[in-house]
């Protein structure tokens, strides 16, 4: 069983950066490096969106059109963990982000198999 544990959520002002972390463990048969990792986002009141994922076998990497230019997404291999760099932040981006883990990626969209617990990014002055 896959665990996720996100970290480095918090409250920044607009125009501010966030890194957001997700330490992964638990694989067994199909190593990290062979997983697709992705982020999502919830703000309040609106539905689960897709913000960017990669595919550890070749290094894909995708983004949706609102963060794009933003957003960087990475993996480091060594420890198991995967990184959403996030820079101008700006009130639209706050929610609640989720890191998933799963094999494949659909459409420039991860599809999930393992969830993380989610860390909060408020975006406000």
């Known amino acids: 069983q896959v665990q996720l544990v996100e970290s480095g959520g918090g409250l920044v002002q607009p125009g501010g950066s966030l890194r957001l972390a997700c330490a992964a463990s638990?694989?067994?048969?199909?190593?990290?490096?062979?997983?697709?990792f992705g982020w999502f986002r919830q703000a309040p009141g609106k539905e689960r969106e897709g913000v960017s994922c990669?595919?550890?076998?070749?290094?894909?990497?995708y983004y949706s059109d609102s963060v794009k230019g933003r957003f960087t997404i990475t993996a480091d291999k060594a420890k198991n963990t995967v990184y959403l760099q996030m820079n101008a932040l700006n009130p639209e981006d706050t929610g609640d982000y989720y890191c998933?883990?799963?094999?494949?990626?659909?459409?420039?969209?991860?599809?999930?198999?393992?969830w993380g617990q989610g860390t909060q990014v408020t975006v406000s002055a």
């Open positions: 998933a883990a799963g094999v494949a990626i659909i459409q420039r969209e991860l599809l999930p198999d393992y």
């Open positions: 638990g694989f067994t048969g199909i190593s990290f490096d062979d997983y697709a």
């Open positions: 990669i595919h550890n076998s070749d290094g894909s990497t």
